[in-house]
């Protein structure tokens, strides 16, 4: 569409959160599609102007929630700014060129993506703060990789495609476009160094087996999804140690209302954000923190084959920050039966670093503090909690066998050894260590190109049965738990 509908124009000056609320609840409802360059626009403009100007206005103790002013958003700024971006857009792209199809083609997406990519200013630190939004684009002609593939697909909304479609994994995004959304198309760039694949098929394929793909498993958006996936890059940091509040609530606002009507339930990660924002500020009424995390997981099992890890460190870090201790590394140990699935490969390195905190810092963070008391119920005397931790460590350990990069080094045998030397031969003879083959890890060996560790792999199974994990001893060398074990046993 060339302006605002008519309809939009009344929402305006948006000075509060429920008028934005009140748009993005238009927009979602009504009958055509979301605009998705009018709502980055606006919430990049709040954003901005609450986290990236100096003149923070300190906020009236006396302020309740529903009198948080923001400042206000205006209908000529927000006007011109849209115009510019479709005037970029539709000038830019000749549509006479690209057939009568309705369908985008690779050709056309390629476009879009040199497009948005030209224009981007030539020398920008890339990772940023407030750079995902078109509202960043527009006024300062700077992009990060997300918001990249986000103006991909809001310019081709532009153009009237409505098969392209933002596909996200949970370090990287690309899109998908034809009939049934069949073809996939890189538009951004990912990490550091890495020659960006613009206009490639996403790739390739199973054979990398690379967290990055998260195993053919993206979240493929809807226009509404892509609502929530702004939505949830809205980013309220004003600084490393403190958050804008009304960004914040404004983002929580928006995703409940993305909640309500139905747009986060395939969309685990999003579900998470949410229930970041509800532990440290939770809505009256709503669903606890705990059971949000719990829905982002079992989203990720119902529609991603539970091959998303960040579910489970989502809830894992939750339950440390209250000191739930056996819950954490039940979910940590969950997040690693996701990742030994996986080869660890150069472009993971995001993932790598979630697993080296865990292990190297949270979990011996919890020893030490579990080691000061000596309550009968310390979860060193709970062969769970060590069954918990040993399957954490052996699915870290699965992740490395057939990968073409090695994983572990000695910066993670020691804290390794120093945890599972706490707890007493008498517990730890508690859990059985069975382990057997199954169809999925024989895959892992067999499409595995990798060299550390390139055994054959058999899978750790843990039976749960009369208070006792039972991993059940099999063939496979490299770094299997069974011979870190062994190995401990000899020493403590
Ligand atoms: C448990 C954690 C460490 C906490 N925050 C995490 N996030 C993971 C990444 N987040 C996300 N939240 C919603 N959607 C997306 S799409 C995407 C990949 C990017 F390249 F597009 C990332 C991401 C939000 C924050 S994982």
Known sequence: MAGFRAVDRRHFPLDDIPSI??????????SSEPDLALLSIVVGAVENSLTCNRSVSVQKETDTLCEHKLPAVQYHITEALYSKFHALIKGAVDL?????????????VKKVSDVIWNSLSKSYYKDRAHLQSLYSYLTGRRLDCFGVAFAVVAGCQVLGYRDVHLA??????????????SQTAEVTWHGKGNEDKRGQPVGPGMGSRSWLYVNGCPVICTRPMEVAALVSAINPSLSATSDAMEVALLQQELLWLLYDLGHLTQYPMAIGNLSDLEEVSPTPGRPPCSTLFQEAAMSARTYYKNQHVYPYTYQGGYFYRHKMYKEAFESWANAAD?????????DDEEIYKEFLEIANELIPHIMKVVSSGHSAHSILKDPECFAHLIRFYDGICQWEEGSPTPVLHIGWAKPLVNTISKFDADVRTQVVIECHEDEICNNKSSSGKGTAG????????YLNNNNYCKMREGGGGGNSTRDIIRSLESRV
Request: glycine share 8%.
């Open 168 to 181: 996200l994994s949970e370090d990287h995004a690309w899109v998908v476009f034809g009939e049934g959304g």
């Open 454 to 461: 390139n055994t054959k792999y058999l899978n750790n199974k």
């Open 21 to 30: 609320v009140r748009l993005f609840k238009e927009q979602l409802e009504s």
């Open 96 to 108: 006479t060129q690209y057939s009568g199809s309705k369908y985008a083609t690779r050709e056309l």
């Open 338 to 346: 996701v990742i030994r699935l996986y080869n660890y490969s150069r």
